[in-house]
């Protein structure tokens, strides 16, 4: 059977923790970012994304050619193992070459001013420059980077004239290279500081080369000359770059005295020179500043004390944004005026701002989770949200929109597992601190917190329907039941079975039983009544995931074997075992709601979809940068939603055939097939809810009495025998409408029934002959 390729619907990442990593396109379309092991390309208007696939491992930085025609980019791996290095064409999203030279980490990228050269700078573990021909497709050149009496060299830049130069920067160092045309050597020359001691973190050259900044960890800027003529053919053996100083941004100004120099709190990352000669500067606090020099009049006041560097820059423009800024960049396009150019800002906390530079105000355009992410819920018959657990933070999701509605953080804790209760009041979830905290859906405020629910961290989570039972498994393999009330929150069974940490819990679709899943190879069924075990099954792998079938007669579970094993709940006797992946550990899995498909993921960092009866899986999604963690229908089963270790979420479409079957069987069934808005999801159902009012509530009017004419309609004025009180006639009376008054059930019922009354032959008060005869029964 062919398999076929799962729709994306949208997808939700960025990586903040490459230096430099995010860049512009010079056609001003498109922007180009790390995610994960994957090189993502995005169409700035249409979010159109394209990846570049290849490398093992987390991709550490990227590079743009001034042209646009090529794509570097470097990766991190393991101690011990080669970092490659890989070329793309721009335009063809395909592979050119790559080369692997350096060792554990590339740390910069960049290509010459003629796209001839890519200079490629290792990491502590390497030290060396590597010089890659993308004519030849060939490496042509490397040297050390850095003096063995200096530190090691962090950034990388090249000139912008002159092709054949570039320049490097590191702890106490700040060489200039030359590339010799000939032999494809490298020269190398120093720029002299003298006594300066300071750790360069990024460098700017100015467009015409005469001179160049470098930012350092100390909120300072050095700035130095190049002095390389104007003619780019002119040699320049002889010539060596000159230091011009250590400038820093002024403080307060005071009358008659020397202003202060300010320096950024944790270093400056980024430096950008505008046309007009100001900077734009990023700091490691997300301070982002236009910088002017200052024009002083006379000599510049003296102060007492030495300082190594001088305030030389006031700030024109500033904001303050989250987390540290790891890249700054123009977006210019020949279409768009000076006016409205964007300044794009990545930070290391993962989100992309845009920047208008006339106004300098912010808005957040991409935001994601920084690290991986753990566990999906979503609301319990809602399809129009959802929430994701991570690293220190949990966030609500729109699942049309994809953008971030909700962040509840709470720092230094990692989030495991969350769900939303059953009557969508509240947001529950497990911390890496033994605690459960429920958090209100709307707001983010602690409803409340169980402490120390488990010795060494709360894995899994689950709450039954009526939301008065929560059910959680700890790291030490223990698994509590605990009563849930608005005021109080007590312990009712610890059920100490599994050995090591429960990876997954869920409770059954009628909720007595619910079942964990543990990585000592066990599942077990547990009674929720009687607060026992009533079944274990045993397998030789780590269970990951396990999941109860929308009928609750069986139940799916993966683990590390790579397999999805298909279990009977009442007996615990396995039924069917179906492998996978052919490469690494299941760690996701969850049926549709319907119990026709069910999905998977692992570390194959594919996501699968499944026929539950045939075995079988017809789609695979392809598009994850890290072992995917987790992956869940959405509760209308159109989505389906996964995400993995590089914090990346991708939305899935389910293919329009299964839609189709679901669509043909809510019209046999009688079921509207409407889709809901997000506000109507939302809406609370008051409308056809009856008010119920409490047993102490007072009414608001005192009901009247009956009145005469009332009493006289309520009153049974048909005409009966003493037997009226037969049922058979009763409902037959009861059904009878005033249009047919002539059809009168008849006494003896109707063909095959017989009437439990007595026939009407039989003497009564009203047919006696002595009632008669006595004169309408007057007594003599």
Known sequence: MDVK????????????????????????????????????????KTKKMYFLSGHSNSVSTVALSPNGTFVGSGQINHIGFKASVKVWDFKNKAMLGSHELHKVRVEALAFSADERYLISLGGRDDGSVVLWDCLAGAATGTAAACKLTTGDAMTLTTLNLRPNA??????????????????????????????????????????????????????DMIKFSINYPSDPTASVADIKPTFLGCLARCGPWKKGRRPESMCYSQGIESIIIMADGCLIVGAGDGTVEVLDEINWKGDFPKGKILSPNRPHFKALKSTKLDGSITSLELMESPSVRNESRLLLAGTRTSEIYAINVATFSPILVVTCHRCAINDIAFPRGMSGVFATAGSGDIRVWSLESCQELLRIVVPNFV?????????????????????????TPLTGRLMYCIYSTHNKGTSALDMTHDGRTLISGGCEGQVRVWDIKPECQTLKKVLKEHKSPVSAIQVSPNDTEAVSAGTDGSCIIWDLLSLSR??????????????????????????????????????GNLAREIEASKVGAINGLHISYNGELFVTGGNDQMVKLWKY?????????????????CCKFSPDARHVVSCC?????????????YLQKEQAQSARDGRPETAKTLQEELRLPLENKPVQRASGDRQHKIPAAPSKVEKIE???????????????????????????????????????????????????????????????????
């Open 5 to 44: 390729n799962l729709e994306t619907y949208s997808i939700i990442g960025f990586d903040g923790s490459a230096i430099r990593g995010l860049k512009v396109h010079p056609d001003g379309a498109h922007i180009v970012y790390p995610m994960g092991n994957k090189v993502c390309i995005q169409e700035w």
């Open 166 to 219: 570039f320049v490097t920067g590191g702890d106490c160092n700040l060489r200039v290279w030359n590339i010799r045309a000939e032999s494809k050597n490298l020269d190398v020359v120093d720029v002299s500081l003298g006594k300066l001691r300071r750790s360069v973190r990024c460098i700017a050259i100015s467009n015409d080369d005469t001179f160049g900044y470098a930012g350092t960890t100390t909120g």
């Open 415 to 439: 989030c495991s597992a969350v769900l939303f209760s059953a009557d969508g009041k509240s947001i529950v979830s497990a911390w890496n601190d033994g605690n459960i905290r429920a958090f």
């Open 534 to 571: 009533r079944q274990v099954m045993y397998a030789n792998t780590l269970f990951m995931c396990v999941c109860f079938e929308p009928l609750g007669c069986q139940l799916l579970s993966g683990g590390t074997d790579r397999r999805v094993a298909y279990w009977e709940a009442g007996s």
């Open 613 to 629: 009866q045939e075995g079988i899986y017809t789609h695979m999604g392809l598009g994850h940068a890290g072992a995917v963690t």
């Open 645 to 657: 270790a590089a914090g990346t979420i991708i939305v899935w479409k389910t293919p329009q055939q």
């Open 714 to 780: 309520a009153m049974d004025t048909s005409r009966s025998s003493v037997h009226s009180c037969c049922p058979c006639e009763a409902s037959v009376r009861t059904n009878k409408t005033t249009s047919d008054k002539s059809s009168k059930p008849s006494p003896k019922g109707s063909a095959g029934s017989k009437c439990c009354r007595p026939p009407d032959n039989l003497p009564t008060r009203t047919t006696s002959k002595e009632f008669v005869n006595s004169g309408g029964g007057n007594k003599k």
